[in-house]
């Protein structure tokens, strides 16, 4: 449904963790490489970066700069669902996002860019602030749940956004919230082609096993988000007794943080995840 004429079908399970081939390495870099016990990790793809379009502070062009200074192979632009009220991309701006990909996909023939965008789980019916007619504008649609974002029932989404807001707050989750935010987030995955679902368990308490069992059905990767890090190891340890595959993206709202994974690395050994599990991670 979401995937461009070209782009495999497998193309983000199977095609992500390609060498950076025809990227000159800029070693003096942070972060292109990063050992651990003896092994070097490097990012390939960062397929959840913001910009102008939503609230990031960099270009489409200046995202992709820094991504092939970064040694990427693929970056992807996700700017926010419309239906974000303070901060969603504009309709009238998908059809420029995408001549701009275009023009820089011509200029730069040494890093692959997509066009992407980070829907809003908006409702307990598991629709998106994207239609599902809208989904052939972009190569991926990523998708999570973010305060401030309004759907079919703005009163209703408020009311959660609130009582998640001073449940985070408080420290203090009730089943009953715990429950009907899981829920929201499962009936998207089943309802609509998410390739990502995007910083799990930020800004509202779930379930994250049964959430990892869905995207293990509808072949959703579950993200390990450098921006948000709300995930601990014990999380991501639930989350793998799934048969689910993992990818490390920055959610950088400023070019400077294009490709940051490192954090993410970490915290995926220290949860003893198989590193073959995050598509986006080449070893060495
Ligand atoms: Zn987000
Ligand atoms: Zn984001």
């Not at 709202?253 to 993410?264: K, L, Q, T, Y």
Request: one cysteine or more; charged letters at 20%.
């Amino acid at each position: 449904m979401s995937a461009r004429v070209g782009l495999p079908s497998d193309y983000f399970e199977n095609y992500l963790s390609a060498p950076c081939a025809g990227n000159k390495r800029k070693d003096n870099m942070d972060n292109i490489e990063y050992m651990i016990q003896g092994k070097k990790y490097s990012l390939t793809a960062d397929l959840h970066t913001h910009t102008v379009f939503s609230h990031g502070t960099g270009t489409i062009e200046a995202n992709v700069i820094a991504a092939r200074n970064r040694g990427l192979a693929k970056i992807g632009i996700t700017d926010h669902g419309p239906g974000h009220v303070a901060y969603g991309v504009r309709r009238w701006n998908f059809a420029k996002m995408r001549a701009e990909v275009e023009r820089l996909s011509a200029l730069y023939t040494d890093i692959e860019i997509l066009l992407g965008i980070e829907a809003n789980i908006v409702n307990a019916s598991g629709y998106l602030d994207i239609a599902p007619l809208e989904f052939k504008k972009f190569d991926y649609v990523i998708a999570g749940y973010h305060y401030g974002a309004v759907g079919g029932n703005p009163v209703g989404n408020a009311v959660t956004a609130l009582k998640n807001i001073a449940q985070n707050k408080s420290g203090v989750t009730t089943r009953r919230q715990m429950r009907s935010n899981t829920r929201n987030i499962v009936r998207a995955l089943e309802r609509n082609d998410i390739k990502i679902l995007t910083h799990p368990g930020d800004k509202a308490p779930v379930d994250l096993l049964e959430i990892a069992v869905v995207c293990a059905k509808t072949e959703t990767l579950v993200e390990l988000n450098t921006h948000h890090m709300s995930l601990s190891a014990e999380d991501i340890r639930a989350m793998a007794l799934a048969p689910v595959k993992f990818i490390i993206s920055s959610d950088a709202h400023s070019p400077n943080r294009i490709g940051d994974f490192v954090s993410a690395v970490d915290l995926a050994y220290e949860a003893g995840l198989d590193m073959g599990r995050i598509v986006n991670l080449n070893v060495r």
